[in-house]
C-alpha cells in the first residue's frame, strides 16, 4: 500500500511539473531567439496607418521637335525642351552659370554670341517682376522705330497689355538708349516711361520671360554707360542702324522663338 501511494505521489508530482511547463510555455508563447510576438494593435490601425501613395506631378509642357532649317542656321532647344530658336550659322547659345539675382528656381538662361565672341541676346524665364511705380516727372520720351507681331505664349491681362511684340525702341536721355526684345505691354502713358520691359507673361511653367538684348531699358546718365550700352546721337542714327543687314540676323533669330505652351 505503501508503495502504490509513493508511486501515485511521483506520478502526481510529475503531471503537476508538466501543467506548469505548459502553463509557462503558454504564457510566453515564444521561444529565446525567436521573433517577438505581434503587436496588439488591431488590424485596421496597422492598415490605416500605412503610408499612401503620393500621386506623379503632371509633366511639364515642351516645344515640339522642329526641322533645321532649309540654310546653315542651326536650332536650339534647352535640355528640358522648354524653349527653343533658330541661330546663325558660327553663332553659339550656352547656359548661364550665374544669372544673379530676380528669377525663380529652376528657370532657363541662355546667352547668344556671333561667330566673334561678341553678346547678341539672353534668354531668361522666371523672371521676377519689378516695381512698376512711376511719376510723370521721372519717365522719359521713348519712340518705337520697330513693332513686329510674333508668335508666342502670353497671359498678360492688364490694360497694358498687348499681342507678343518684337520691339526696337529708344528712350531718350543725354542720348538715345536703344533695346529690342519681345514685349506683350506697351511702353508707358502718352509716349513716356522709366522703364520699357522687354518681356513676356508667360503660362505658370514659364512665368516671366524675355529675348533680347535686355531685359529693360531705360535712360542712363554717364556715370552708368558701360561698354556694351546701345546709344545714338539721333534717332535717324538709329534707324539707319536698325534697318540694316547688322540687325536682320538678331531679329530673325528672336522672331524664331518657341516657347512650351
Not at 541661330?87 to 554670341?113: C, K, M, N, R, Y
Not at 519681345?182 to 502718352?190: E, P, S
Not at 505658370?204 to 556715370?223: K, Q, V
Amino acid at each position: 500500500m505503501s508503495r502504490s501511494r509513493g508511486t501515485a505521489r511521483i506520478a502526481s508530482t510529475g503531471a503537476l511539473l508538466l501543467t506548469v511547463t505548459l502553463a509557462v510555455s503558454g504564457c510566453t508563447g515564444v521561444e529565446i531567439g525567436d521573433r517577438p510576438a505581434q503587436s496588439a494593435v488591431p488590424s485596421s490601425d496597422i492598415s490605416s496607418a500605412a503610408p499612401q501613395p503620393t500621386a506623379e506631378p503632371e509633366p511639364k509642357p515642351t516645344v515640339g521637335e522642329r526641322p533645321a532649317p532649309d540654310d546653315d542656321w542651326q536650332v536650339f532647344t534647352d535640355p528640358e525642351a522648354l524653349v527653343s530658336f533658330e541661330l546663325p550659322p558660327g553663332w553659339t547659345a550656352q547656359p548661364i552659370e550665374d544669372p544673379g539675382e530676380g528669377f525663380e528656381p529652376d528657370s532657363v538662361h541662355v546667352a547668344v554670341e556671333n561667330a566673334d565672341g561678341d553678346p547678341m541676346a539672353e534668354l531668361h524665364t522666371g523672371i521676377s517682376a519689378a516695381d512698376g511705380d512711376c511719376s510723370p516727372a521721372d519717365a522719359s520720351p521713348y519712340t518705337v522705330i520697330l513693332s513686329q507681331p510674333v508668335d508666342l505664349p502670353s497671359t498678360a491681362e492688364s490694360d497694358q497689355s498687348i499681342d507678343p511684340r518684337l520691339v526696337v525702341r529708344l528712350i531718350e536721355g543725354y542720348r538715345f538708349f536703344s533695346s529690342y526684345g519681345v514685349t506683350d505691354v506697351v511702353g508707358g502713358a502718352d509716349g513716356a516711361a522709366c522703364e520699357l520691359a522687354n518681356t513676356v507673361q508667360g503660362p505658370e511653367h514659364i512665368g516671366l520671360y524675355s529675348f533680347g538684348d535686355a531685359i529693360s531699358l531705360a535712360a542712363l546718365t554717364p556715370e552708368q554707360v558701360g561698354s556694351r550700352t546701345a546709344s545714338f546721337e539721333t534717332i535717324a542714327d538709329a534707324e539707319e542702324f536698325f534697318d540694316s543687314g547688322q540687325f536682320t540676323e538678331i531679329r530673325r533669330m528672336i522672331a524664331s522663338l518657341d516657347v512650351a505652351e
